[in-house]
Structure formats: structure tokens, C-alpha cells
Nanobody, 131 residues
Framework: QVQLVESGGGLVQPGGSLRLSCAAS????????IGWFRRAPGKEREGVSC????????YYADSVKGRFTISRDNAKNTAYLQMNNLKPEDTAVYYC????????????????????????WGQGTQVTVSS
């Protein structure tokens, strides 16, 4: 049914850029809140950026504001995370997730998707920032 496939990760030097993609199937992006999350070894999952299904409003973690941009292409049913000026601290596995619309886009990233069966996650893509 629902499938999310991340791609675009890789090894980049500090200050470099990557564009992550999240190809969706089994649902349409415009019917779901979409979020990018990351988890580094020894650290808890953190919400990086999320976008609302209703009005396209976005949320960014303080650590990535001004550097990352979330977007979606409904025609391609794909969400993106443009990552600029990458830092070593950005090294992590990045996951995209979908959930039923939240009353606030912040909820999607800060609280995370609801754990009620309506949330779906991709397998993740590795981002490594190192000189």
C-alpha cells in the first residue's frame, strides 16, 4: 500500500549541498503531512523539517534554519529536502515520513507522526558530512 523511498544521500564536505528525495506511492503527497527526520548514532531522532498537507506551511528545526528547504512536487508525488551549507553535525540517517494532517505542522516534527498505524516511514538515506 503505502511506500516511501528516500534517495540522494551521500558523502559531502562541510559546506556542501545535497538534495534528498522521497518518492511516495500508495498515497498522494497533498493528502498527507510530510516530514524529514534524522537520527545519528547515540542520539535520539529529531524532526528536521515538515510540510503541511493543507496549506504548505513549513517547519524547520533551529539547527537547520536558513540551510535546509523542504518542498514537494505533487505531480511527481515526491518530496524533497534541499540541504545547503552542510555541517558535520548534520551527519545522520535521514528518513521521510507521512501522516494524516496535523492541526499544526510543528506537531509533525516536534511530536512526530502519530503512532496509530496511519504513519509511514521510509528506510532512510545516509548523509555523511566530513572533510
Amino acid at each position: 500500500q503505502v511506500q516511501l523511498v528516500e534517495s540522494g544521500g551521500g558523502l559531502v564536505q562541510p559546506g556542501g549541498s545535497l538534495r534528498l528525495s522521497c518518492a511516495a506511492s500508495g498515497f498522494t503527497l497533498d493528502s498527507s503531512d510530510i516530514g524529514w527526520f534524522r537520527r545519528a548514532p547515540g542520539k535520539e531522532r529529531e524532526g528536521v523539517s515538515c510540510i503541511s498537507s493543507r496549506d504548505g506551511s513549513t517547519y524547520y528545526a533551529d539547527s537547520v534554519k536558513g540551510r535546509f528547504t523542504i518542498s514537494r512536487d505533487n505531480a511527481k508525488n515526491t518530496a524533497y529536502l534541499q540541504m545547503n551549507n552542510l555541517k558535520p553535525e548534520d551527519t545522520a540517517v535521514y528518513y521521510c515520513a507521512r501522516d494524516r494532517p496535523h492541526p499544526s505542522v510543528q506537531n509533525m516534527c516536534v511530536l512526530g507522526p502519530r503512532r496509530d498505524g496511519g504513519d509511514y516511514w521510509g528506510q532512510g538515506t545516509q548523509v555523511t558530512v566530513s572533510s
